[in-house]
């Protein structure tokens, strides 16, 4: 069966629709999806301090937080900008799941 309704993406019994009206394209947002579910805490707690939150979270508050924080322009650039420099730098791989498995 094909559906053709909104998509959404899930992070432990919460959802959010997708696509995300950003400014950033499409494939851009889930590879930052992607990246995001794969990422280990320690660079979470960085991208999410550069992001201008200081609290102490676990690993799924850290990934919340970043989803939500594409539904922000300004926050959506900043993250694609500190996902790419830690990338550019050899700190993290960037992911990319074929077939919207994360959806």
Do not use: W
Request: hydrophobic fraction near 30%; charge should be positive; proline fraction near 4%.
């Amino acid at each position: 069966m094909d559906y053709n309704g909104p998509k959404m993406i899930g992070l432990h019994g919460a959802t959010y629709p997708f696509p995300i009206n950003n400014g950033l394209s499409p494939e851009d947002n889930q590879q930052i999806c992607s990246t995001i579910f794969s990422l280990k805490q320690h660079i979470a707690q960085q991208i999410c301090s550069a992001l201008g939150n200081r609290k102490r979270m676990n690993k799924n508050e850290h990934q919340k937080f970043l989803l939500e924080s594409l539904y922000s322009n300004q926050q959506a650039q900043t993250l694609y900008q500190t996902i790419h420099s830690l990338h550019a730098n050899g700190v993290l791989k960037l992911e990319v799941r074929k077939n919207d498995d994360f959806i």
